[in-house]
């Protein structure tokens, strides 16, 4: 059987079904849930499928269903295969196995995203006119620095390039036929997902950096430099990001859930669970890792108000003179 290419329809399918698979399984304790949220993110750039593809009308069947098929007409093929062979059994054959995609794939279930490598007739700027938006571009973020003596730092410079070329190369691979600031983001954006998986954060944040000075208004890249600003703790960045991220797109659920996550981190329970995580379940309300969220702020947020309450009781004590040693030894 020949390899499935990446931009094959059987391959969305099989893909888009994992996706569903994924939001319906429950994380073990200890699971890095950020660490799936960017495995899943990967795989939508890769077969270039957005949310709306993964959640439309035309619902892939769940995995689990069709390997529940696969194994029910497996068994029932081979009680056939014994009933009529007797004692001889034969390995069933290829025809046997359930077809997994009904119907014709059409142009109306593909992304957005599909149609950038796809499109014959795409127009867009020459290379060398690309490369001079993207130092514009860089300069804006501002990513050059300058050497003592005034002038630009040669390293930089140097490196500015190499990240233009690496995904100049990447788009080219992918079959791009349309080089402008747009596709040029999309890819810096993979790239930047894709150090995020080997835990290079700051690499990450400035893939991310770029992509953003490409195309300033799209949601989804200020919302995967808040998550990577998240990971080396640097929390008052994350939140920044994921508001920024709601103000392009208020309906963007993932980022009002990383929003909670960064306002939790920094012990702001009250703000995570109404700002943040409520809000993400408005609008993703099956998403169960939103809701163990807010449980688990919901008891940090009582945990915290119970020890004001009892630090309130002993300094009132206090003021009336009486041993607060002894009020501890009584509690």
Not at 11 to 23: C, G, H, M, P, T
Not at 199 to 228: G, H, P, T, W
Request: glycine residues 4%.
């Amino acid at each position: 059987m020949a390899k499935l290419k990446t931009d094959s329809p059987l391959s969305r399918r099989i893909v888009r079904a994992f996706l569903d698979f994924l939001d319906s399984v429950e994380p073990a304790p200890g699971v890095d849930l950020e660490g799936l949220e960017v495995a899943r993110e990967c795989l939508m750039d890769v077969f270039k499928l957005d949310s709306a593809s993964v959640d439309d009308g035309a619902k892939t069947d769940a995995l689990i269903d069709m390997f529940s098929s696969l194994e029910q007409s497996e068994h029932h093929k081979i009680k056939s295969d014994i009933s009529q062979m007797g004692t001889s059994v034969d390995v069933p054959s290829s025809s046997s196995s359930p077809n997994f995609v009904h119907g014709n794939s059409s142009d109306a279930s593909k992304s957005p995203g599909e149609t950038w490598t796809q499109e014959p007739d795409a127009i867009g700027v020459s290379k060398d006119e690309l490369f001079g938006q993207f130092f514009a571009a860089l300069e804006k973020i501002p990513f050059f620095k300058t050497t003592h003596d005034g002038n630009d730092d040669p390293a930089q410079l140097d490196k500015a390039t190499q990240v233009f070329h690496d995904a100049l190369n990447e788009m080219e691979r992918s079959g791009c036929q349309a080089y402008d600031r747009k596709n040029l983001a999309e890819t810096l954006k993979c790239q930047g997902n894709k150090v995020m998986q080997s835990k290079l954060y700051r690499d990450a944040i400035e893939l991310y950096s770029i992509a953003i000075a490409l195309c300033e208004n799209n949601a989804v890249y200020y919302c995967n430099r808040a998550a990577a600003y998240t990971q080396i703790h640097e929390y008052n960045e994350a939140v920044r990001d994921c508001l920024k991220s709601i103000e392009i797109d208020p309906n963007y659920s993932k980022a009002y859930s990383r929003l909670g996550l960064a306002y939790y981190a920094q012990g702001n329970y009250s703000d995570a669970i109404e700002k943040g995580f409520k809000k993400a379940l408005l609008l993703d309300p099956n998403n169960e890792s939103v809701k163990e969220n807010i449980r688990v702020a919901e008891q940090k947020l009582k945990e915290e108000l119970q020890g004001r309450e009892q630090n309130q009781v002993i300094c009132t004590l206090s003021c009336f003179g009486m041993d607060i040693r002894f009020l501890i030894t009584e509690i």
